[in-house]
């Protein structure tokens, strides 16, 4: 498999067996790491990271990877570059792309991210948009597959916004992979119809199905995964929590929601999460709204179930995979 020379911007742009690749590259190259086996053959390579969001998990991702791959890194933060503000995506990407061999960008539209990769003339991956999130997808899916042994077949509900960044990927991942995709939250935070339409052709071909439902009971049950976000995303105006709140609490990630699932489900989230009151902002919320627990409880998130760290660390492997599979093997 050949994937050098490739933008990684939404796995819409991949096949299956390309996916398949990715996540076989990464379970090989997380077994080096825990052997200590080196992989740093791309000295001499530079990439920049670019976040006009912020980040823990996929800023330390791309540097872990890219250090042990040898690589030197740049970040640029969402305050202290020319990007977007003094100058255009289009001339950025043309002087980024003269310096570096590959670029990450995280930020708001989709287009931006597409903008970039149109005229860097280095493989520019997406390391989330108000779209999608596609390094996320490869460390859920490789998560998923450690602890099932597949992919096809397993169901995967996620409860709370199914319309934006990861509702979206983990339909398109499901819909590709042959696994059965299930949004299972008010039908107002139902993922667009398009993209729908889209993810039923892939899952003609895969196997996978698609359902939307309202019903708590019925959607979650048999379920192997359970998977949640957060119920307002990074760029979101403060105004919508009120929403948010009303419509999505029916789909909290509660024990009853795991054991109706049954005890061999997952529990995965891609994190941060708001699942107690250790954070300032999660705090601020709880308290503005009087709320006991928001998109999953505690219980949940730190029960035997939870494999949300697991998950984390995956998003290293992942992301060198990516790398590795674009700037090609060595
Ligand atoms: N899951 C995820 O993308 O985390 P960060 O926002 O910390 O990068
Ligand atoms: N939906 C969340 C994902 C964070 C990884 C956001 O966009 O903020």
């Known amino acids: 498999m050949d994937l050098k020379g490739r933008n990684f911007l939404t796995l819409k742009d991949f096949t299956p067996e390309e996916i398949t690749y990715m996540l076989d590259l990464a379970a090989d190259l997380k077994d080096k790491k825990k052997k200590g086996i080196p992989v740093d053959k791309y000295r001499g390579m530079n990439v920049a990271l670019i976040f006009e969001k912020t980040s823990t998990r996929t800023r330390c991702a791309f540097e872990v990877a890219?250090?042990?791959?040898?690589?030197?890194?740049?970040?640029?933060?969402?305050?202290?570059?020319?990007?977007?503000?003094?100058?255009?995506?289009?001339?950025?990407?043309?002087?980024?792309?003269?310096?570096?061999?590959?670029?990450?960008?995280?930020?708001?539209?989709?287009?931006?991210?597409?903008?970039?990769?149109?005229?860097?003339?280095?493989?520019?991956?997406?390391?989330?948009?108000?779209?999608?999130?596609?390094?996320?997808?490869?460390?859920?899916?490789?998560?998923?597959?450690?602890?099932?042994?597949?992919?096809?077949?397993?169901?995967?509900?996620?409860?709370?916004?199914?319309?934006?960044?990861?509702?979206?990927?983990?339909?398109?991942?499901?819909?590709?992979l042959g696994m059965h995709f299930v949004a299972c939250t008010s039908k107002n935070y139902f993922p667009n119809a398009e993209l729908v339409e889209t993810c039923q052709g892939y899952a003609k071909e895969s196997g996978a199905t698609i359902t939307l439902t309202e019903d708590v009971e019925s959607g979650t049950k048999d379920a192997d995964v359970i998977y949640t976000d957060v119920w307002v995303s990074m760029g979101e105006p403060d105004e919508v929590w009120e929403e948010r709140i009303r419509e999505l609490s029916p789909y909290k990630v509660t024990k009853k929601v795991m054991e109706n699932a049954g005890e061999k489900a997952i529990f995965l989230h891609c994190l941060p999460a708001f699942h107690d009151l250790k954070t300032k902002i999660g705090k601020q919320i709880y308290e503005k709204y009087g709320l006991t627990d928001m998109e999953v409880t505690d219980e949940v998130f730190e029960s035997s179930q939870s494999k949300v760290f697991d998950e984390a660390e995956n998003r290293m492997h992942t992301i060198k995979a990516v790398m590795v599979a674009t700037l090609g093997e060595r």
């Not at 990407?93 to 930020?107: H, K, P, S, T």
């Not at 490869?138 to 916004?161: N, P, Q, S």
């Open 66 to 176: 890219a250090h042990d791959m040898g690589m030197g890194t740049t970040y640029l933060d969402p305050t202290g570059s020319q990007i977007g503000k003094k100058e255009s995506i289009e001339d950025t990407a043309r002087v980024l792309g003269r310096m570096f061999d590959g670029i990450e960008y995280r930020g708001f539209g989709q287009e931006i991210v597409e903008d970039l990769a149109k005229y860097a003339g280095v493989p520019v991956w997406n390391g989330l948009t108000n779209e999608y999130h596609p390094t996320q997808m490869l460390a859920d899916m490789l998560t998923i597959r450690e602890h099932f042994g597949h992919l096809k077949g397993i169901k995967l509900v996620y409860m709370g916004d199914a319309r934006y960044n990861m509702g979206n990927s983990l339909m398109i991942a499901c819909a590709k």
